[in-house]
């Protein structure tokens, strides 16, 4: 693999995202089993929504009937956030080509945390590469 060394770097760096992914993740599915909800909506809520603040949100708008309005808003609030770490990495992913749109899609506070270290890119062969590992990585951790 011509990546091997980058896609070894990205593994090792998202180690300790896996930890609290698995550790948010327990807490999520005792929260949801509590309310009635079994682990297919685990699963479902896991892989459509990424991003930890809002799922344990909508457990809350599920079993109070919130109406779709009300959590749209509270979405948009909730995740206001990336935006503006969406603009701080506009000259990192420029070139990645459509890579971009899914590293765009899964940006989570971790993923730009290991993102926007730079000493992480120093010595990898193609950055864009290391960037989507890690961002498909976290997102792999997230869905498990």
């Given at each position: 693999m011509k990546y091997k060394k980058d896609a070894k770097k990205a593994f090792i760096a998202t180690i300790p995202v896996l930890a609290g992914y698995l550790a948010l993740g327990f807490g999520f599915g005792v929260l949801l089993s509590t309310e009635g909800f079994g682990p297919v909506w685990a699963l479902f809520m896991s892989i459509t929504m990424f991003g930890g603040s809002m799922q344990y949100a909508a457990v809350g708008f599920l079993a109070d009937g919130?109406?779709?309005?009300?959590?749209?808003?509270?979405?948009?609030?909730?995740?206001?956030?990336?935006?503006?770490?969406?603009?701080?990495?506009?000259?990192?992913?420029?070139?990645?080509?459509?890579?971009?749109?899914?590293?765009?899609?899964?940006?989570?506070?971790?993923t730009y945390s290991l993102v926007c270290n730079d000493d992480a890119v120093k010595d990898v062969s193609n950055k864009h590469f290391y960037y989507f590992l890690v961002s498909l990585l976290d997102h792999c951790y997230w869905i498990m």
């Open positions: 919130i109406s779709l309005l009300s959590a749209a808003v509270m979405t948009l609030i909730i995740n206001a956030r990336h935006l503006f770490y969406g603009i701080s990495l506009v000259d990192k992913y420029r070139g990645s080509g459509l890579k971009k749109v899914y590293m765009i899609h899964t940006l989570t506070d971790e």
